[in-house]
């Protein structure tokens, strides 16, 4: 059976949780889908900030010479974009789209509301999906991260209603096992990931003023406690992009100096297979996860091991609470006491069975989810595709 091309849109060299997203993604299509994919990555960068490339009759070209167009997974509405016509992501409007004459799968999208909501982006993006999801060859799905809701309150009903929820696929992704410098195989340890980016609204007080060594000194008691109850244990710090060292700088520069120099291990950053495989392998392999990146909680509960989300972003709140796992995730703000997410992680580590169930039932319950998905999908296709049965 000959395999079908696909053009993939999306974010290749961001930070490490798109490829671990890219990886579930590909594994699931190729269990459930009748035909064989073959994707060619296309990185989104190169049209919004690097600006190599352009929305235009070159990429349509491109687009009509594959069988199928995914665009996503990424967040697709920026409420607050006002920069694009479209008031999203792409600065492309509905009559590119038209002229490609390939169906075009806008594939779990997330939404981001961190800067806002602007009347300007949402006037915009409604006249964008009035058009596009009149389009018979074209579906939306937005990820199950409270993305819906997001559509639901600030769009309205009608525009959530038409676009089905779906798991992202970084909750299926499954890395290779890697040596890592420092951890000896059977090493116990903790692997804690830090965000860097967005450091104005993760780390700002009401006026504006720094709280990130407020923060780094949460973490690093939280740190120093876990350590002081079990001398057999390490603290691996896992950064997913350049600017997470910031964060995990800052903890660093807090904490004990021994524990520091001889129980702390900094993972190492590198992009492509051999960097989010061996990151994300830390995950499955770590003895409980904190974190605050989409993907590294999202891996880590397709994993099983025990995780615990630490909350500067709505998509991770929304993330826990939509699967069922609000307990899960710790908010931190300026009045934030993080002794509670770490007497959580304790336990955990104490006896983590019952959350390592826990955490399996919720991946088989969206993979079936999944499953239904591509289920409608594959009739959808082969209405569409030539090849597709």
């Known amino acids: 059976m000959r395999p079908l091309?696909?053009?993939?849109?999306?974010?290749?060299?961001?930070n490490l949780g798109d490829n671990a997203m890219h990886d579930g993604e590909y594994r699931t299509r190729a269990a459930d889908l009748p035909v064989p994919l073959n994707h060619r990555p296309i990185e989104v960068r190169d049209?919004?900030?690097?600006?190599?490339?352009?929305?235009?009759?070159?990429?349509?070209?491109?687009?009509?010479?594959?069988?199928?167009?995914?665009?996503?997974?990424?967040?697709?509405?920026q409420l607050w974009r006002e920069t694009t016509s479209s008031g999203t992501y792409l600065d492309a409007g509905p009559e590119l789209f038209a002229a490609i004459r390939r169906p075009?799968?806008?594939?779990?999208?997330?939404?981001?509301?961190?800067?806002?909501?602007?009347?300007?982006?949402?006037a915009r993006t409604r006249a964008f999906l009035d058009d596009m999801l009149g389009f018979d060859?074209?579906?939306?799905?937005?990820?199950?991260?409270?993305?819906?809701?997001?559509?639901?309150?600030?769009?309205?009903?009608?525009?959530?209603?038409?676009m089905p929820v779906i798991p992202d696929g970084?909750?299926?992704?499954?890395?290779?096992?890697?040596?890592?410098?420092?951890?000896?195989?059977?090493?116990?340890?903790?692997?804690?990931?830090?965000?860097?980016?967005?450091?104005?609204?993760?780390?700002a007080g009401d006026r504006g003023e720094d709280l990130t060594d407020r923060f780094a000194a949460g973490i690093a008691a939280g740190?120093?406690?876990?350590?002081?109850?079990?001398?057999?244990?390490?603290?691996?710090?896992?950064?997913?992009?350049?600017?997470?060292?910031?964060?995990?700088?800052?903890?660093?520069?807090?904490?004990?100096?021994?524990?520091?120099?001889?129980?702390?291990?900094?993972?190492?950053l590198a992009q492509g297979e051999g960097g989010w495989s061996a990151s994300f392998d830390l995950y499955r392999r770590a003895a409980a996860v904190i974190a605050m990146r989409y993907h590294a909680n999202l891996a880590s509960i397709g994993f099983g091991?025990?995780?615990?989300?630490?909350?500067?972003?709505?998509?991770?709140?929304?993330?826990?609470?939509?699967?069922?796992?609000?307990?899960?995730?710790?908010?931190?703000?300026?009045?934030?006491?993080?002794?509670?997410?770490?007497?959580?992680?304790?336990?955990d580590l104490a006896d983590p069975a019952a959350s390592v169930r826990r955490l399996a039932e919720v991946r088989a319950r969206e993979r079936q989810v999944l499953r239904t998905h591509?289920?409608?999908l594959a009739g959808w296709l082969a209405a569409r595709v030539e090849g597709f049965a």
Request: glycine residues 10%; charged residues 20%.
């Open 5 to 14: 091309s696909v053009l993939h849109l999306a974010s290749f060299v961001g």
């Open 47 to 77: 049209f919004i900030h690097w600006r190599r490339r352009a929305f235009d009759g070159a990429f349509v070209d491109e687009a009509n010479s594959a069988d199928l167009v995914v665009i996503g997974g990424f967040s697709l509405f």
């Open 104 to 122: 075009i799968v806008f594939h779990g999208l997330g939404v981001d509301a961190t800067r806002g909501v602007s009347p300007v982006a949402m």
């Open 137 to 162: 060859h074209c579906r939306f799905s937005l990820r199950n991260d409270g993305s819906s809701d997001l559509i639901r309150d600030h769009l309205g009903s009608a525009y959530a209603d038409a």
């Open 170 to 203: 970084g909750l299926f992704a499954e890395p290779s096992p890697w040596a890592h410098p420092g951890l000896p195989e059977g090493q116990r340890f903790v692997a804690v990931n830090l965000a860097g980016d967005m450091p104005d609204k993760r780390y």
């Open 223 to 268: 740190i120093e406690t876990l350590l002081g109850a079990d001398e057999t244990l390490t603290c691996v710090f896992v950064p997913h992009i350049y600017s997470d060292f910031g964060p995990i700088g800052a903890v660093l520069a807090a904490l004990d100096d021994r524990l520091r120099r001889e129980r702390i291990v900094v993972a190492a």
């Open 305 to 347: 091991t025990p995780v615990f989300g630490l909350s500067t972003h709505h998509k991770i709140a929304g993330q826990f609470g939509a699967l069922g796992l609000a307990d899960r995730c710790h908010a931190w703000t300026a009045d934030s006491d993080l002794a509670p997410l770490f007497a959580d992680v304790a336990r």
């Open 374 to 376: 591509h289920d409608d």
